[in-house]
């Protein structure tokens, strides 16, 4: 079933830049990594993971384009948008800081999309979408286990790696929230079959979480104002230097191709 046949371009477009955008900002922070990693089999993962979600990022911004059909392909999406057009969750666009911040937060993304790609790989009413959730299902496994055994390996460790990733939780909890909250777009696309409710994801991801967090000695905070506005556009400062660097050669040189 094709997407048009389900939903209007107008919705089904902005759904998709949504996921697309996730992906793209995850990647670039993970990419933010290379030449820094503390040792370098982390060095190659990391890489690896980012280019994984770069790949997601270029098949949901061409499909995009595809159905936009106004001539605009990935690197328009990526590059020659502004700051507010970007529909990203607050989540993906935090800074680094240092590697336990990096590994939770891989796993706070991977334990919700992990599930995600896969209903969208059983369920989804739109093939290419399938077709790009099958793949992308199978790489969120890996984060996922990778990143887990990380936040395990740190939270059970020394004093010094234990304190460092009970920070991490206490700073980027409150984000995840957002992940579960569709807009206005999304539900209209769960409306036509195309999406799964990212809410009906909350009860696998809090046991996946809960899995991990035992072993490792974390509690889960208890957040009741979670944060939220990167799926209105609304964004933090670092998103701005995030872009800066990642838009610079195509605004410095536009048009130029490889």
């Known amino acids: 079933m094709a997407v048009a046949e389900t939903l209007s371009q107008d919705t089904a477009v902005p759904a998709i830049l949504e996921l697309a955008d996730d992906c793209l900002i995850l990647g670039h922070r993970l990419s933010e990594w290379c030449g820094h990693a503390p040792i370098l089999e982390e060095e190659l993962a990391l890489a690896n993971?980012?280019?994984d979600l770069l790949g997601q990022a270029r098949a949901l911004y061409a499909y995009?384009?595809?159905l936009e059909g106004k001539g605009r392909g990935e690197d328009d999406f990526a590059f020659l948008r502004r700051e507010r057009e970007y529909r990203n969750c607050l989540l993906?666009?935090?800074?680094?800081?240092d590697f336990a911040h990096t590994m939770l937060r891989q796993l706070y993304f991977a334990a919700f999309m992990q599930p995600h790609w896969h209903t969208i790989a059983a369920t989804s009413g739109d093939?290419?979408?399938?077709?790009i959730a099958a793949k992308a299902e199978k790489e969120m496994a890996y984060h996922l286990r990778h990143a887990g055994e990380w936040v395990i390996r740190m939270g059970d460790g020394t004093d010094e790696s234990a304190a460092r990733m009970a920070d991490a939780v206490t700073e980027l909890h409150r984000y995840t929230g957002e992940m579960f909250m569709a807009s206005p777009a999304r539900a209209d696309a769960v409306a036509a079959g195309i999406l799964p409710d990212p809410d009906s994801l909350r009860v696998e991801w809090d046991e996946t979480i809960a899995t991990v967090f035992r072993p490792a000695n974390l509690t889960v905070p208890d957040v009741r104002m979670p944060q939220k506005g990167g799926r209105d556009g609304i964004h933090g400062e670092g998103m701005g230097h995030l872009l800066a660097e990642l838009q610079f050669m195509q605004r410095a040189y536009p048009g130029q191709t490889w």
């Open 64 to 66: 995009a384009g595809e």
């Open 127 to 131: 093939e290419t979408l399938r077709g």
């Open 92 to 97: 993906v666009e935090r800074e680094n800081r």
């Open 49 to 51: 993971m980012g280019l």
